[in-house]
């Protein structure tokens, strides 16, 4: 199965996949950011996988860099794909995949507000669970919590 | 003069405090007399950073932040958190300790569903049901508080085991509990269940396609009431729910009936699998070695279980040290508020009421 996703997505993106790796029989693939959300429709509308449930989106600071980490289900042969794309920590922007599946709304507003990654195209990316004037975003690694 | 009259939209607020947003939750209602054209939930009130709070502590120091998150089953909180530590640094548990976690984990869901049950009665204007599930609800707490001295935060979990065995007495009260419980469902579908007004109230209102529902991430009761039969016990089996017998609860309708009907269900069968579990428990020592300043291998994992509202997910990435680099929490009530707007648009602003109490949030862990 995992082999599948892999070989399709190489296929249909051939410079799309930069890495390819499996943690806890999870099937993991590093993306060029500018090919996530075609890879993202891709694995939702291909006929076999047909990845229709995003399970989490999620967002480390690696101090470098910010790598945004996208859980992908087939709900009806439970099959698992993680994709992660690495951003420019200064500026960081990948295109929001809310178009695809709109469970992707809140949760991309989650990881705005708390790691300050601009979701391009989201239809309402505001803060979500600081007050809208708060400063900064807290789970980034060089925050100064305030007294 | 034109005889025709001017209308406009109306915005009101709802909460942040409010009986029926069940904590502090705003809601900004557009009305278009009592019809509701737009619904926008504002969340965060209770917002504690905990992802953060996270970083600064040990792996251990985190569990009891563990339980203030869906504070309404905090042995699942403990549970999904423990699990995933002890994924990442392969720690085992024994066998009876598994049977433990899976008689807390499931009496908690009951304890759960039966506030889901008084507060939704209570949501359309039944008080007497919110005395009934309490009452019950009782009957677990002191369970609870009788094996780890906590009834609402329990902190009860450990990497690799429990904080405790079972207190002596345990296994009797628990089987009458079960005993009494299933006699007293009747006696809730009465009062509830089966009350003509209530059925009105909740049938065909707020209605969301299986289709729609997994492609809002919703999860847990609110997706099953559409009919999808996923279940993280089921779908991707831990501890030892495989060992069980027991029937994923589901109803096709995808209305307010619908997930309420789903949890009155998952009630009988969390007994089934207490009362199973009670029984086939093998006996043994419980004795965990892992040290209070556990230090994990550098790496990442994910461990979601099945909780009370859905599928709670812990993210956990450990640089090596005694300390999480990252831990992100997928909070399911968090995800399904997210739809809300979808499912109440519409709908008068009365029902509104009755689809949020369908949705059976907890604010601790929307807002985390």
Redesign the interface.
């Given at each position: 199965m995992s082999e599948t996703t892999e070989s399709t997505v190489r296929k249909a993106f051939p410079e799309a996949v930069l890495d390819a790796s499996e943690?806890?029989g999870?099937l993991n693939l590093k993306l060029a950011a500018n090919f996530l959300l075609d890879v993202c429709r891709l694995l939702y509308s291909h006929d076999d996988l047909s990845f229709?449930?995003?399970?989490?989106i999620?967002a480390?600071?690696w101090r470098d860099r910010i790598e945004v980490?996208y859980?992908l289900t087939n709900?009806a042969t439970?099959a698992k794909v993680?994709l992660r794309v690495d951003l420019d920590r200064n500026d960081p922007q990948v295109e929001s995949v809310s178009s695809v599946?709109?469970?992707?709304?809140?949760?991309e507003r989650?990881v705005y507000d708390?790691m300050g990654v601009r979701f391009i195209g989201h239809p309402d990316l505001r803060?979500?669970?600081?007050?809208e004037d708060w400063e900064g975003h807290?789970?980034r690694k060089d925050?100064v919590?305030p007294d | 003069m034109s005889s025709r009259i001017r209308t406009e939209l109306v915005e009101i607020n709802m909460g942040p405090q409010h009986p029926s947003t069940h904590g502090v939750l705003r809601l900004e209602v557009s009305l278009d007399g009592e019809v509701i054209v737009d619904l926008k939930p504002d969340?965060?009130y209770l917002?504690r950073?905990i992802?953060?709070l996270a970083e600064m502590r040990t792996y251990v120091q985190f569990i009891p932040i563990t339980d203030r998150l869906d504070y309404l089953s905090s042995m699942l909180q403990n549970a999904a958190y423990v699990g995933a530590i002890e994924?990442l640094g392969q720690i085992e548990v024994p066998e009876r300790a598994e049977y433990i976690r899976v008689i807390m984990m499931e009496l908690n869901r009951i304890a759960s569903h039966l506030i889901f049950y008084g507060a939704m009665g209570l949501d359309l204007g039944a008080t007497t049901p919110f005395l009934y599930g309490m009452r019950e609800r009782e009957d677990i707490l002191d369970l609870f508080e009788m094996t780890c001295g906590a009834r609402l935060t329990y902190n009860y979990f450990r990497p690799g085991g429990v904080a405790a065995d079972l207190p002596a007495g345990f296994y009797q009260k628990a089987k009458s509990y079960i005993k009494k419980q299933r006699e007293r469902l009747a006696e809730y579908d009465d009062l509830l269940t089966n009350n003509q007004i209530f059925i009105a109230r909740m049938r065909g209102v707020g209605v969301i396609s299986a289709e729609?529902a997994?492609?809002?991430?919703?999860s847990g009761p609110t997706l099953r009431g559409s009919g999808?039969a996923?279940d993280v016990r089921k779908?991707?089996p831990y501890s030892v729910y495989d060992k069980l017998d027991w029937d994923v609860a589901t109803r096709p309708e995808g209305d307010s009936l619908a997930r309420y009907l789903v949890r009155m269900q998952e009630i009988r069968e969390s007994l089934r699998i207490v009362e199973q579990a009670l029984d086939i428990m093998p006996p043994g020592k419980l004795q965990y070695k892992t040290p209070l300043r556990l230090k994990l291998p550098e790496?990442?994992?994910?461990h979601?279980i099945e909780s009370s509202r859905g599928?709670l997910?812990v993210?956990l990435?450990s640089d090596g040290s005694d300390k999480p680099?990252?831990l992100?929490w997928?909070a399911p009530s968090?995800?399904n508020?997210?739809?809300l707007s979808?499912l109440a648009k519409g709908w008068k602003i009365a029902d509104l009421v009755a689809i949020l109490g369908s949705f059976d949030i907890v604010l601790g862990e929307v807002?985390?």
């Open positions: 943690i806890d999870v229709d449930y995003l399970a989490d999620t480390i600071d980490v859980r709900l439970n993680v599946w709109k469970g992707a709304e809140w949760q989650e708390l803060r979500i669970l600081l007050p807290p789970l925050y919590i | 969340v965060g917002h950073g992802e953060k994924k729609e997994i492609n809002y991430s919703m999808v996923y779908a991707d790496g990442e994992v994910y979601h599928d997910g993210y990435v680099y990252r992100k997928r968090f995800i508020l997210g739809a979808r807002d985390r």
